[in-house]
């Protein structure tokens, strides 16, 4: 057991006293880490944020917009019906006060058959001379697209055409100068086109054809299959990135503080698991269970396999869930399967077990069996016992996987020449399975309760099991079936060829008092 005594060792001088000094480093770096990865995603998130709020304002003023032009035909109709065409002052005045009290007109154009026309703007219109035309909305009624020169944006125009000439209502544009204008003067321009991809409505000037030479920032597609395109200057997103980085900073660095509190309560969590096993094995708190193996042939007792059980402070027994996986991991499960190993020969000696022939099985990790070293000494303890070797059998647990076949055939070779088998346990399961079975020359396997369970379903891993025993058949192998719970999967398992059968349809795995009880009646009625 010195062995034991130099890990514990390890553990305080490395673990225990260094924990916190590797704390802190560990902290720091994560810290660090953190705040430096978040100030690093400072552009994306720039660019991520502009738009949602480009997003979020083009669609309110897109909204208003859609709410009006909906109405086009009640409000354009009240325009053809109230006014004379020629454009006297009767007209005039009507038009002029019909956009004034409408926001989203700029104005409204009259022009008769005779080439008289007037507007509600006084001013001369800077629009493009080629309007675009977008869609037929009724028989007299269709909607334009115009380019505004002075303001560099598209301006929708819906036209009225009949027996007495054209009106035509020009609107606002749909982006407003708010959001142009809102981070800084002519940063965002924004497109309306009438198709993905054709800008045919928008002619440029030089300083505006740097941003159309960008990829928009986000595309809104709208009502009336108009597309909306917002280019952004980059400085502007360099200007927002640079104004992010400190709160990034300081999130990535709260961030890591949890992350460093989550590793933390995890590390310590392993090292109280790593250190109560350190002192079960110390104060030898591992005791074995004993789960009878049956021969259904002749309803006699084949053996038993052995189970390991913690009883925590001899008075809680936890189950092995909740520490063999470290145990194994960590490589402590070698010290357990020690202890256990001496405690079963000892108790199983007073039963002179020796003249019953009883097979005694015993789980191993492959570590475990490339120690040709330590598997001398536990062949030691055996022989020193009253039980033969040859009831003594090693089963291979496939959850982890050999590191040197080469080398645990060796081992392996040596135990049975000693007499001791060597068994694959959970077989199907994990890693070789019958590569090492054809590797390591095995003659025994064990068929695990997951393919057991499915005997009487329609699970597909039926086939899986119906396979193993094929196999094992075919090979002329040793079978034993784990986890049997019902008569139907005993008697299926029988019928199979499978007849060294385990599990809660027998007995439960037993503490040594049962086990004795349940021994002695198997010797009574044998």
Known sequence: MSGIYKIKSWLKSRLIANYSSTMVVVAIFVVIFMSISFTLLSPYIAK?????????????LIDNYSSNVGEYHTFIKSVVDNISYDCGVNDREYIERKAYNNYYIRNIDIENNEDVSCSSFNGQHDYNLKPTFIKKLQENISLWNLYDNKNEQSILSLVWEGNKGRVSIDFEPIISKVIRNKYCDD?????????????????????????????????????????????????????????????????????????????????KHQLSLHSLILKGIQRKEFIPYYQPIVNVKNNKMYG?????????????????????????N??????????????????????????????????????????KQHMRKTVDLIIKSSISPKQIAFEITERMSFTDLDKAAIVIDYLKAQGINVKLDDAGTGYGSFSYIQH????????????????????????????IIAFGNKSGMEMIAEGVETKEQSDYLLNNGVYLQQGYYFSEPLIFEQFRDYFKREQENN
């Not at 309306?192 to 960008?214: A, H, R, Y």
Request: proline share 3%; aromatic share 8%; with cysteine.
């Open 48 to 60: 991520e944020q502009l738009s949602s709020k480009l997003d979020r304002m083009s669609k309110d």
């Open 187 to 267: 940063c965002i321009l924004s497109v309306v086109s009438t198709s993905k991809g054709n800008k045919n409505t928008l002619q440029p000037q030089n300083e505006t054809k740097q941003f159309l030479s960008q990829q928009s920032l986000n595309i809104e597609i709208f009502n009336n299959s108009l597309i909306l395109r917002h280019y952004v200057d980059p400085k502007l997103l360099s200007l927002i990135s640079m104004d992010l980085k400190p709160l990034l900073c300081i999130i990535g660095g709260l961030i890591g503080l949890i992350t460093f509190f989550l590793i933390n309560i995890y590390f």
């Open 304 to 328: 038993c396999e052995v189970l390991v059980r913690w009883w925590f402070n001899k008075k809680e027994l936890i189950s092995p869930d909740n520490f063999i996986p470290y145990a194994e």
């Open 330 to 371: 960590s490589g402590l499960i070698i010290y357990i399967t020690d202890i256990l190993l001496e405690k079963t020969l000892a108790e199983l000696s007073s039963l002179n077990w020796i003249e019953s022939l009883g097979i005694i099985s015993i789980n191993l990790v492959p570590e475990q069996l490339e120690d």
């Open 440 to 467: 390591l020359k095995l003659q025994s396997l064990k068929i695990d309760k997951m393919f057991v369970d499915t005997i009487g379903t329609y699970d597909h891993k039926l086939s899986v099991l119906d396979s």
